[in-house]
Every structure is written in structure tokens, then in C-alpha cells.
């Protein structure tokens, strides 16, 4: 999808069913290449649930779109601007969500694959230092940039305003 919608075409926010968002988007991709309809984009962002995006010249074109398939539940009226949608599908770095005491899985490097808590974040430097959770006779930790890291479950504590202090 373009940075800016070109004049002739809008967004359109579909409704769909939870959970359902990324294979509607697949149906209606199918649809409009089936039926050459002049869709220009399908954006299903993982941060909306219910939603899809369509750019379409018209509502007469969503409406051919998505009419009769499974899951969804109309569209809604209304104008959508591209700012609004890009907040959900422009990347975040990792860093900026993680806190400490989650559980993250290190996705790249000498340690791929092990199971680690989060017991420091060095933002300045993008570096997370981490206490692995692999059976080991003594806490190991170790930093690793904050890139090769992946949250599998959040911290209950929410300790998100002490970044830079090691948790005891």
C-alpha cells in the first residue's frame, strides 16, 4: 500500500470476526483478482482485531468485494485516513515492548532456541540482558541484542518504568 492513497481511491474498514481478520483478507484478495475488481490493497494489521483494510476507488467496490463471504459483517462508513491505519502496520521495534521479567525465546545467535527472562534493557544500546531458564545448576546471564529476542509472555508485574535496573 502507497504512503498516500492515490485521489481516485479510499480506505474502507471491513468488519469482520475476531481472529478471522488475515483469512478474509485472503478471500477478498481472491475475489477482486477472480473478478478484476479495482482493489488496490488488503491490509489485515495483527494490532486490530476485527478489521480489515480495504483501498478501493468506491463503496460499490468494497460492497462487490466482500458481499456473501464468510466472516464478514459489513464495512464501515465513513472516511479513513492512511495516518490512522499506519500506526498499526508500521513496525515497532522490539525493544520498546519488552519489560522486565518477560519471558522471551532468543530467535538468532549461540543460543537460539533456549528460554530466557528479561533481567535488564539497555535501550541506548538496544542490548537486553537475559537469565536463561534452560535447566542449568547456576543463573546465567547473558546480553544479546534486543533483536534476537521474542516475547512469549508478558511480565504480570508490569515493572515497564525501571528499565535500567536488574530485578532481584
Known amino acids: 500500500m502507497s504512503k498516500e492513497t492515490t485521489p481516485q481511491t479510499r ?7 475476531a481472529g478471522q481478520e488475515a483469512n478474509v483478507a485472503l478471500l477478498i484478495e481472491r475475489r477482486a483478482i477472480a473478478q478484476k ?4 490493497a488488503v491490509v489485515a494489521p495483527d494490532a486490530v482485531k476485527g478489521y480489515v483494510f480495504v483501498e478501493a476507488p468506491g463503496p460499490h467496490v468494497v460492497d462487490l468485494a466482500v458481499t456473501g463471504l464468510k466472516h464478514v ?3 464501515v462508513t465513513g472516511k479513513i485516513e492512511f495516518a490512522d491505519v ?12 519488552l519489560s522486565l521479567g518477560d519471558k522471551v525465546e532468543i530467535v538468532s545467535g549461540p543460543f537460539r532456541g533456549m528460554k530466557a527472562k528479561v533481567v535488564r534493557i539497555d535501550k541506548a544500546r538496544s542490548e537486553v540482558t537475559l537469565e536463561l531458564l534452560e ?6 546471564p547473558i546480553t544479546v541484542n534486543a533483536e534476537y529476542v521474542k516475547v512469549i509472555s508478558k511480565a504480570s508485574g508490569g515493572s515497564e518504568g525501571s528499565t535500567e535496573q536488574e530485578e532481584v
Not at 499506519?86 to 525493544?95: A, L, Q, T
Open 37 to 40: 475488481l479495482p482493489v488496490k
Open 86 to 97: 499506519e500506526k498499526f502496520i508500521s513496525p515497532k521495534p522490539v525493544i520498546e515492548e
Open 73 to 75: 459483517k459489513g464495512y
Open 11 to 17: 480506505l474502507y474498514a471491513v468488519r469482520t470476526t
Open 135 to 140: 535447566k542449568i545448576s547456576y543463573p546465567l
